[in-house]
């Protein structure tokens, strides 16, 4: 009897060609590959997700993201640093202040279908 925490695997080793000339013709590079799995990386920390979720919402200032995530400006400019630098954020300097938004439609689409996919 398999246990329900053991994935299943094939009983018999046989290779389908067909499928594996196209996968190896579409792969992309390793370096686009490594590239991909660094951005997902960027994902993986909850307050920079959080900054995205504002940003998701609405255009606003480093002061704005601090008082609305309960946390230093400081350390909201690390974050968005991170994010900017990976492309999802960008920002404009209206006189003292500097705003951020999403960078582009892709990291809306990105937020938004991954919010989607948990049924949120």
């Known amino acids: 009897m398999m246990k ?7 009983e018999v080793r046989e290779l389908h ?3 594996l000339k196209f996968v190896q013709a579409h792969m992309p590079e390793e370096d686009s590959l ?6 997902f990386k960027v994902f993986g920390d909850s307050t920079r997700i959080r ?4 940003l998701f919402e609405a255009e606003v ?14 350390a909201i400019s690390h974050q968005l640093r ?3 630098q990976n492309k999802l ?7 003292k202040q500097v705003f951020y938004s999403l960078a582009d439609e892709h990291v809306r689409t990105i937020i938004g279908q ?3 996919h948990l049924g949120c």
């Not at 490594?34 to 951005?39: H, N, R």
């Not at 900054?51 to 504002?54: A, E, Y």
């Not at 480093?62 to 309960?70: I, K, R, Y």
């Open 4 to 10: 329900t925490n053991e994935l299943e695997t094939c």
């Open 17 to 19: 060609e067909d499928a």
């Open 34 to 39: 490594y590239d991909l799995a660094e951005l």
């Open 51 to 54: 900054i995205l979720f504002v």
């Open 61 to 74: 200032c480093v002061c704005d993201l601090a008082e609305a995530l309960g946390m230093t400006q400081s």
């Open 82 to 84: 991170i994010l900017k």
């Open 89 to 95: 954020v960008k920002n404009r300097r209206e006189g």
């Open 114 to 116: 991954g919010m989607e």
